[in-house]
Each structure stands twice: as structure tokens, then as C-alpha cells.
């Protein structure tokens, strides 16, 4: 199964921009949808937004216009580009297929504090 590492997590004010990484062991193209989670601090892990080999994208409200997806194919990794970040997107980010979903394995995530 493809491993999944999470990179790109940080400190940073409210307005501010990150990007995360993906970064797959095998090949992204393979993969048919690749799901962003985050979790917050006390609370249950929610749905980011999905984006499949095909090209369609998915964003739960609360990132839309906010959060975008990309992909390198050639670098088997897979972006979150968060802008106008909030407090309330604090959180531990996972990326994760749906084999990752299914069996409930998780890697360590990254790191996502947004300071007021």
C-alpha cells in the first residue's frame, strides 16, 4: 500500500499563507482520489476537501476560496496551498487514500497553527 508523508506545516499569523505537501511513496497518478483531513486541537478529525487523478477538486465551505489543491505528478506529491489563513484552521493535517480511510491509518500529519 502507498505510503503517505505529510510536510509544509508551520506557525503562522492570521491572513497568512502555507502550503503543504504529500508526498506518496509510489506513483500520485495511481492513487484515484487523495483526501486532506485535519484535525483540531480537542476535537474529531473533519474533511478538508479531495482531489482526484482526473483533475476535480472537492472543498469542504469553510476552506472554499481559501484552500487549493495541486499536483506534481512527476514528484508524486500532492499540494494544499492554504491562503487567508484563520485561527480556527489550526489543526494536525493528514492526507490519506481511501485505503488509508478505510482502515483507519493515519500518518503523523503535519502541524497548522494560526495565531490571531
Known amino acids: 500500500q502507498v505510503q503517505l508523508v505529510e510536510s509544509g506545516g508551520g506557525l503562522v499569523q492570521a491572513g497568512g499563507s502555507l502550503r503543504l505537501s504529500c508526498v506518496a511513496s509510489?506513483?500520485?497518478?495511481?492513487?484515484?482520489?487523495l483526501y486532506w483531513y485535519r484535525q483540531p486541537p480537542g476535537k474529531q478529525r473533519e474533511l478538508v476537501g479531495l482531489v482526484s487523478n482526473m483533475g476535480s477538486k472537492e472543498y469542504v465551505n469553510s476552506v472554499k476560496g481559501r484552500f487549493s489543491f495541486s499536483r506534481d505528478n512527476a514528484k508524486n506529491t500532492v499540494y494544499l496551498q492554504m491562503n487567508n489563513l484563520k485561527p480556527e484552521d489550526t489543526a494536525v493535517y493528514y492526507c490519506?487514500?481511501?485505503?488509508?480511510?478505510?482502515?483507519?491509518?493515519w500518518g503523523q500529519g503535519t502541524q497548522v497553527t494560526v495565531t490571531s
Open positions: 490519506a487514500t481511501q485505503w488509508h480511510l478505510t482502515s483507519n491509518s
Open positions: 509510489g506513483s500520485i497518478s495511481s492513487i484515484p482520489i
